[in-house]
Each structure stands twice: as structure tokens, then as C-alpha cells.
């Protein structure tokens, strides 16, 4: 399969599931760093896998991230390297910590913030003012957002694909829920020795396997793509 094709059957996906086919995709260096430690920034890929990280945003209807992705990298959230449309930003905010000032708040499509029910009543008022659209989300438990709920929620807004970008603890909770359809894995040759992606263990290993689909150089960085599927879904 093509990277271009990982979208294809995504409104197929959501008619049968009632919720969007969910795209891992992120960037490490060859020991498996996202960053030297939590909260840090650090540019890893160059720019041909730069192009193909918006390329990837342009076929997806909505793009997650975590409030910790935010406060250390604050992205736009859109696509500008390729000729695209911007998906909509999903922003995973308990507390809404979120800056008044963040670059996500200055798009053309504002976030969707997805937050506690007992999230401080001011700061939601104001990032509505600003545009933003801030939605209550019940929890799994008392630090993590119910993903499942998430996901159902967005099958009922007609989101088909959704692209999650980071970081390691948002990542490592799609996979602890079983709710990973796919995943576009960039490798650049680099040694960190920091924070990996995912934490031990991500699941149980019982009933899980991953198809590889393809993979390709883009620049001095590999792309490798495929599915994660579990038997027992």
C-alpha cells in the first residue's frame, strides 16, 4: 500500500465502527527518541519527511495532540509545506492549560479543546471568545480522557480519519485502548538517548499484530507505515 492510500477506506471505517480510522505518526531518532526529556522541543526530522508530515495532515479530517505537545512545541496544527486542506485540531486539554497565546489558537479552523467537565469555568469562557470550541469529555480515569468516548464523539461529527501527532503520553494511551488502526513511523539518524514514544508496556501482546505496508527514504530519514490490527476488536 502506498503511504498516499492510508486514508482510502477511512469513511468506510467509520460507517462500519461508528468512529474515524485512527493514524499514529510521529518522528524518532534510531534509539527511539521523541525528545532528550519531557517537555522539551527537539527538531528531528529534515525537511523531505517535514513535507510528508503535512502531506499526512492534508488526508487526515483532524489532527490530536496532547496539552504537553502544545506547552514544548507549540504547532500550528496545519498544513503549509504542500498545497492541502488543514484539518481540524483536536487539542487533549484536562485543565486547559493551553496558552492564550499558542499558535493553535490563530488558525483559520480553531481547535477543538477536549477537556474534564470540571474544567475551570473562566478559561472556558475565553477560549470560546477566542473561537475555540471547548468540549467536555467524561474521564477514564482521573488523569486520562476516555479515548473511546473521544472516538465516538468524533464518529458522531463525521470525522473520518484522525492523525495523532504526540506526544509520548497520548500516544502510549491509544495504545493501552486498543484503538490504533494504523501507523506512519519516521526514523532519523540520530542517537538521543531521551524520551521514547511509547512507554512500557503500551498493551497486552496477546491478539495484536502489525502489518508492515511499505516503506521509503524521504531525504536522509526512513518512512515505514502499516496496520495495527487486534483479533480480538
Known amino acids: ?56 495532515r492534508a488526508t487526515h479530517d483532524a489532527i490530536l495532540v496532547g496539552i504537553g505537545t502544545i ?29 492564550q497565546k499558542a499558535k493553535a489558537l490563530r488558525n483559520k479552523k480553531m481547535p477543538w479543546i477536549i477537556t474534564s467537565p470540571r474544567c475551570n469555568t473562566s478559561r472556558r469562557k475565553i477560549l470560546q471568545q477566542k473561537g475555540a470550541r ?20 468524533l464518529g458522531n461529527e463525521e470525522i473520518s480519519s484522525l492523525m495523532v501527532e504526540g506526544g509520548a503520553r497520548v500516544i502510549t494511551s491509544f495504545l493501552r485502548s486498543d484503538l490504533v488502526d494504523q501507523f506512519v513511523l519516521t526514523i532519523t ?27 521509503a527514504w524521504y531525504g536522509k530519514d526512513l518512512a515505514i507505515w502499516g496496520d495495527l490490527s487486534c483479533r480480538n476488536r
Open 189 to 215: 539518524p540520530f542517537i538521543v538517548g531521551g524520551l521514547h514514544a511509547v512507554e512500557k508496556p503500551p498493551y497486552p501482546t496477546s491478539g495484536k499484530c502489525i502489518r508492515m505496508c511499505g516503506a
Open 71 to 99: 506547552l514544548s512545541d507549540d504547532p500550528r496544527l496545519n498544513v503549509r509545506m504542500i498545497k492541502g486542506s488543514d484539518p481540524q485540531p483536536i487539542i487533549l486539554d484536562r485543565t486547559l492549560r493551553i496558552p
Open 134 to 153: 471547548v468540549i467536555p469529555m467524561r474521564s477514564r480515569n482521573k488523569d486520562e480522557i476516555d479515548l473511546a468516548a473521544l472516538l465516538d464523539f
Open 1 to 56: 500500500m502506498k503511504i498516499e492510500a492510508l486514508c482510502t477506506g477511512a469513511r468506510r471505517h467509520r460507517k462500519r465502527t461508528g468512529r474515524p480510522l485512527v493514524t499514529i505518526s510521529y518522528a524518532q531518532s534510531l534509539d527511539g527518541s521523541i525528545a532528550a526529556h519531557r517537555g522539551a522541543r527537539l527538531s528531528l526530522s529534515g525537511r523531505e519527511s517535514l513535507r510528508l508530515c503535512h502531506r499526512l
